[in-house]
């Protein structure tokens, strides 16, 4: 799979989704959210961005782009599950589904889901 999720907490006015091209715009967006990394159970992946910036290195944008779509929920025990990437010409969507427990938590949250592309990916939607 070419995405990866990552449970980042409920932000306001998150630009979503976007198409990162450049390593400099990928460290300036992901600045907003403030080093809250979290993998899809909830687990602190990194105090900060650190592992972030490994992955996706300077190297890395020279042939490919990053979209990010963020997702936020009004629970924080609500999962984001069967992410799908449709490919229409240059534009990539994310499709995913939301897995709703019967009884919530009263925390707000949220997700960042980011899809590998190559650069003929020029737009998001």
Do not use: C, W
């Not at 460290?27 to 992946?45: C, H, L, M, P, Q």
């Amino acid at each position: 799979n070419n995405y990866k999720i990552f449970k980042v907490g409920y932000l306001e006015n998150v630009n979503s989704p976007v198409l990162l091209t450049t390593y400099e715009d990928f460290i300036d967006y992901i600045s907003t959210f403030k080093n809250n990394y979290y993998d899809g159970e909830g687990n602190a992946v990194s105090s900060s961005t650190d592992a972030l910036k490994v992955q996706y290195n300077q190297d890395y944008f020279y042939e490919n782009n990053l979209a990010i779509y963020y997702a936020p929920t009004n629970s924080g025990s609500i999962k984001i599950r069967n992410v799908r990437t449709i490919i229409k010409s240059d534009t990539l969507e994310a499709v995913y589904e939301l897995e709703i427990p019967e009884v919530g938590t009263m925390d707000m949250s949220g997700f960042m889901i980011t899809i590998e592309t190559d650069k003929s990916i020029k737009h998001v939607k």
